[in-house]
């Protein structure tokens, strides 16, 4: 079935430096990507997404890059700090409605 | 504080006992999703609503879960004689219609079955 997999389940970082998280997916019709933070004991925090018409999109320190001729997802997180410690998720959705997640990469931003 | 709430966060129960859980999604927003988080891994769509109509709901809902949105605006989710597998962080989200568009999590109810 579809699934949406991380290379990498944990990924250590110096402070300061940038970050840049995996994530392949297998369904070739998904149209719309999201990734989510979510720190312990709390839900998904919503950071960016794109949709499939697109290769690129760049937020606040945050840049997603989609590749659909690998199926292939990235976050890079410019700049780590601290706060930035936490386990990301992508996801993807295929035109109906419900997201598919994978089991997600820990990021640790060593001071 | 994303403008999702959930009651309650936490909730203990004992194995045979049925527990409901309560979603307040952002007041605009027409969809609302169900998902189940088991430690160490993504959550997994249960079910959505857009307004009150349910439109999907998972292989993993089974006969034990029920959802409603009787009023369109808040959701509950119900477990009924729950077993220790039922333990989980259960999430909700919101979301517009007419997307897909960005969806918005709660914090959680975390369910322990003893």
């Known amino acids: 079935g579809e699934s949406v997999g991380l290379h990498l389940p944990t990924l250590s970082v110096q402070e300061g430096d940038n970050s840049i998280i995996n994530c392949a997916y297998s369904n070739s019709a998904s149209d719309y990507f999201i990734w989510y933070k979510q720190e312990s004991g709390k839900g998904p925090q919503f950071i960016i997404d794109?949709?499939?018409?697109?290769d690129k999109r760049q937020g606040q320190r945050v840049t997603v890059l989609l590749n659909k001729t690998v199926k292939h997802l990235s976050l890079q997180i410019a700049a780590t700090q601290p706060g930035d410690s936490a386990v990301y998720f992508c996801a993807e959705n295929f035109g109906n409605e419900k997201l598919t997640f994978g089991t997600g990469t820990r990021l640790t931003i060593i001071p | 504080d994303t403008g999702v709430s959930q009651n309650p966060r936490h909730k203990i129960t004992k194995r045979g006992q049925n527990v409901t859980f309560r979603c307040d999604p952002i007041s605009e927003h027409n969809r609302l999703y169900w998902y189940r988080q088991t430690l160490g891994q993504g959550p997994e769509f249960l079910t959505y609503?857009?307004?009150?109509?349910?439109?999907?709901k998972s292989r993993l809902l089974s006969d034990r879960f029920s959802a409603e949105r009787p009023k369109g605006s808040f959701s509950t989710l119900e477990i009924q004689r729950t077993e220790q597998g039922d333990s989980a962080m259960y999430l909700c989200a919101s979301s517009r219609a007419g997307g897909p568009y960005e969806q918005y999590f709660g914090p959680g109810t975390r369910l322990t079955v003893t």
């Open positions: 794109i949709r499939s018409n697109m």
């Open positions: 609503f857009q307004n009150e109509a349910q439109l999907e």
